[in-house]
């Protein structure tokens, strides 16, 4: 994604502390006490310019969403895209997601969702796949026993690639899709990128996976 330098982007984001959380990892084990209501909670690791986090939380009242976004220039569009929502079932971190273990208590998380990772090719950056397995075992930590991961992408390789480390991990592939537009899932909610390479002709594939 194209990083263009917001210099207004670091002030907006300590403004809005009640939204992007200043002290995630002291949230660790008690994220719940952050949202109206406890219910169960998505997380997103690279929210992106947040499309998918506030139409998931529009649409899906009954659960909480918690977004990780490195990059500053682009969490403020995930902001005012779930400003725009008016939800309060939204939360936003603005953090590298190294080990989430530090931010998430054992069995905190009901689902992680994966949209449209970085696939980093080369083979000398296998360990930064967020699919590799010591992310995997992060996951499995952090998601409840009956927790899912699931996997958008539009990159072929990467999905083969995440398919076999799920596979080598010991995971169960519940549901694997080749072209999710075309499968009649009315219930998907498209990201940025979802819909940019979808709209180039582009095949969306899906993998949702328990532990
Ligand atoms: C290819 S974009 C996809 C964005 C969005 N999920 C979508 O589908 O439109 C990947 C995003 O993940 C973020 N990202 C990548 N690795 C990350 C990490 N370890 N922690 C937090 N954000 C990360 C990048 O900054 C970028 O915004």
């Known amino acids: 994604m194209r990083l263009r330098h917001k ?6 984001i300590k403004e809005h502390q009640d939204l992007v959380i200043p002290d995630p990892f002291e949230q660790k084990g008690k994220w719940q ?3 109206p209501k406890e219910q169960p ?26 977004g990780i976004e490195k990059a500053e220039s682009i969490i403020v569009t995930a902001m005012q895209k779930v400003m725009d929502q008016g939800v309060s079932n ?8 190294e080990d989430l273990r530090d931010m ?3 069995n905190e998380v009901d689902t992680i969702y ?3 990772s970085d696939p980093w090719p080369k083979v000398r950056h296998e360990k930064r796949r967020l ?3 010591k992310f995997l075992e992060q996951y499995q930590d952090i998601l409840k026993e009956d927790g899912k991961l699931i996997l958008k992408t539009d990159n072929r390789s990467f999905f083969e690639y995440s398919l076999v480390s799920f596979s080598q991990y010991g995971m169960t592939l519940e549901d694997v899709t080749l072209d999710l537009h075309a499968s009649g899932d009315e219930s998907n909610i498209m990201t940025e990128y979802e819909e940019k390479f979808s709209s180039k002709g582009q095949p969306i594939y899906r993998c949702i996976a328990t532990f």
Do not use: C, R
Not at 7 to 12: G, H, L, N, R, S
Not at 46 to 62: C, L, V
Not at 90 to 97: F, G, K, P, R, S
């Open 90 to 97: 939204a939360l936003l971190v603005h953090e590298n997601a």
């Open 131 to 133: 699919t590799y397995h």
């Open 114 to 116: 994966l949209n449209f």
């Open 7 to 12: 210099p207004w982007a670091a002030d907006f």
């Open 104 to 106: 998430f208590g054992k």
């Open 33 to 35: 006490q952050l949202f």
């Open 41 to 66: 909670l998505g997380l997103e690791i690279g929210t992106g310019k947040g499309q998918f986090i506030a139409y998931m939380a529009s649409h899906n009242p009954d659960m909480n969403f918690i």
